[in-house]
């Protein structure tokens, strides 16, 4: 806008609250948006994704997510004439359980991690459409030389995690995976797991981004590792859009979906000012679809038919056309991408809590 907007005309931004989890919410807010003639429509993370692609669709606009799941680019690359407006700004949740059994067992074969057993765990909250990538993470298990256990289907209740966690301490694995991706849950698991038993990695995905969540949790919170596949990195330009972001909020943002709301609105405009008018929704998508934008999350390419993001390194080799899946541990109070190459910033450190619960379980 401070450069004149898209041809003359300043972009808007409309906003519509909505419950993630509930289906008539989700409902609710896209009509809402959708009734007022937005030429775009944005979103994170949501439940019943299919409502929000569903509406999108019959309004015809493009619509840019980030509910990282295959479920739904799967739906997009089936029915290009129909869903052909909506993409995936980032990777699919299918790399999380791989890459979780990769990370863990390059660090346990490069020695900086020894852990008390082979045993992987993975619990998983209530996220309909997604996965994980179980299949994928199988065959990694099976060739890292690991056994895995899943737990499935937690509630959202803080008590659900806290019994949770307590099963997870019982069967004593070397690290779990916590498949969550709200707050509350994701606390009151690992305020249970850390209190007391057997050395434990915990390995979270996302919520860690939050900086209200390394707040809450505190001291405990040293030595965290988390994982994203839309993180926002810590280079220049990330660098950079942090610094700007302060000035003008006062606050920090955080690592991953601050990132992805200032990308994806970056690449609309950017498609927008290759086309002769907005509302030619087809023309935009296909400026989307065949431009390559770097943004402050890694870069954005959309060529595949399901019009997702690739995640680097599992679906490309190429860090240029792909988003890190980066694995953060917070650090002395700093977020630290440990992998992968080239955007790591930091080695790993054994969590203070993990030598403590260590000698504990030998005594």
């Known amino acids: ?3 004149g907007g898209i041809a003359g005309r300043r972009i808007e931004l409309v906003t519509a609250d909505f419950d993630v989890t509930v289906h008539e919410s989700v409902r609710a807010a896209f009509t809402e948006l959708v009734e007022q003639e937005v030429d775009a429509l944005t979103s994170g993370y949501i439940g019943p994704q299919d409502v929000a692609h569903e509406i999108a669709a019959d309004y015809g606009c493009p619509y840019l997510h980030a509910a990282t799941l295959d479920s739904m680019v799967s739906r997009v690359a089936a029915d290009p004439d129909r869903y052909g407006g909506i993409f995936q700004v980032c990777p699919s949740d299918t790399c999380y359980g791989p890459g979780f059994v990769r990370f863990l067992t390059r660090l346990r074969d490069s020695g900086q991690w020894r852990p008390e057993s082979n045993r992987l765990m993975v619990v998983q909250g209530v996220w309909p459409l997604g996965n994980l990538g179980r299949s994928a993470m199988a065959t990694a298990v099976e060739r890292g030389g690991w056994t895995l256990q899943v737990i499935s289907d937690i509630g959202m209740s803080e008590d659900a995690w806290q019994r ?9 694995p070397a690290a779990v995976l916590v498949g969550h991706y709200f707050m509350p849950g994701s606390l009151a698991f690992l305020r249970e797991l850390l209190c007391d038993g057997p050395p434990i990695l915990p390995y979270l ?16 919170s040293e030595g965290l590792l988390w994982a994203t596949v839309t993180g926002t990195y810590s280079d220049h330009l990330g660098q950079s859009f942090a610094a700007r972001y302060r000035k003008m909020h006062g606050i920090s943002p955080g690592r991953s979906h601050a990132g992805i709301a200032y990308d994806r609105a970056r690449m609309i405009a950017g498609a927008w000012a290759q086309v002769d008018d907005p509302r030619e929704h087809r023309r935009v998508a296909k400026a989307l679809r065949s431009t390559i934008h770097r943004g402050v999350n890694g870069s954005y390419y959309f060529a595949d038919p399901g019009q997702a993001a690739l995640a680097y390194p599992e679906m490309t080799p190429d860090p240029s056309i792909g988003q890190a ?13 440990l992998s992968p190459s080239p955007y790591a910033d930091g080695q790993f450190q054994l969590p203070p809590w993990y030598a403590r619960n260590a000698v504990t379980s030998l005594a």
């Open 325 to 337: 899946h980066l694995v953060y541990q917070i650090q002395g109070s700093r977020q630290r991408i």
């Open 205 to 220: 995905l996302y919520t860690p981004s939050i900086p209200s969540f390394r707040h809450s949790l505190g001291a405990l």
């Open 1 to 3: 806008n401070d450069l």
């Open 164 to 172: 949770t966690a307590r099963q997870v301490r019982a069967a004593a």
